[in-house]
């Protein structure tokens, strides 16, 4: 995330204030970026199309409003929304993390610009036109998950909104990349208060307003494992699933005891990201 004294880091010879700053930034992002289309709004910001001036590469833009950051992070005298810091530290650690490029404040606002990946699409558009697919090809896309979930916990970094919406696919390879870090955490807490998408909190927030990071993650691994293998995922709102036991009837018996496992009400007991891997199913 480092940046040199041109990209708007103050030196102690060269200090400058909150206002230069910015306007700094904007004089930067506009000499370097181009703002094409707007693609989608999130929960936490709005998604551009853009071009990069230069080579004229294709980018992705999120503006992500002030009023949506619940976390700054200090990065060399500057404050960082968590967002930020926390994708750029996860690309760091996983080639699986979709690449961030650059940051940039604004006054209402700040800007995170990432790279495109051509032919990707979200896991939940690809969910939705080919259903459930093959136990195979689920193997190797949460394999790619699991392992970059490993890579991000080794890094101290806990996603904390694992779903299809969060996660690209290649149609044709199957390769992945993860995305949307703005509800991330450091790893190695007790959560007590949520973040993300309440469909995807494991049932132990609900009964006593608790979460570690891996049974956590395990848990939204396996609801992605889920939506992949049987085309559902439906819950009660208190983290109760409603698992379709017709679907799994063409599920190998090991597949079925692999999800029983990671759907363990007890989060001590939840089988880990380890174990998964070491089962042998992907």
């Known amino acids: ?56 590469q294709q980018v ?69 036109k080919h259903g459930a697919i093959n136990e195979e090809a689920a193997s190797v896309i949460i394999s790619q998950l699991v392992t970059c979930c490993m890579e991000l916990s080794n890094a101290g970094i806990c996603h904390r909104d694992i779903k299809d919406e969060n996660i690209l696919i290649n149609p044709e390879t199957l390769e992945i990349r993860l995305i949307d870090f703005g509800c991330a955490s450091r790893e190695g807490i007790c959560y007590t208060t949520a973040r993300g998408t309440p469909a995807y909190w494991p049932v132990e927030f609900f009964t006593n307003r608790q979460l570690s990071a891996e049974p956590l993650t395990v848990w939204s691994i396996g609801a992605v494992m889920y939506i992949l293998l049987t085309g559902n995922w439906e819950t009660d709102g208190n983290g109760q699933i409603y698992r379709n036991f017709l679907a799994e009837r063409s599920l190998n018996p090991f597949t079925i005891s692999l999800l029983d496992r990671i759907f363990c009400e007890d989060p001590l007991c939840r089988i880990t990201m380890d174990e998964i891997i070491a089962s042998g199913w992907c």
């Open 60 to 128: 992705v833009i999120k503006q992500i409003p002030r009023g949506k950051i619940s976390e700054f992070k200090q990065v060399q005298e500057r404050s960082v929304p968590g967002e930020i810091y926390y994708h750029f530290k996860a690309a760091q650690a996983s080639n699986t993390v979709v690449r961030p490029l650059d940051w940039y404040e604004r006054r209402s606002s700040f800007v995170l610009v990432m790279e495109k990946l051509d032919g990707f699409v979200d896991l939940f558009e690809f969910s939705k």
């Open 1 to 56: 995330m480092s940046r040199n004294s041109e990209s708007g880091y103050s030196s102690d010879e060269n200090i400058v204030s909150p206002q230069e700053q910015i306007a700094c930034d904007q004089r930067r992002f506009a000499k370097k970026y181009e703002v094409e289309a707007e693609m989608m709004r999130s929960a936490n910001g709005i998604i551009y199309t853009g071009v990069e001036h230069a080579s004229r």
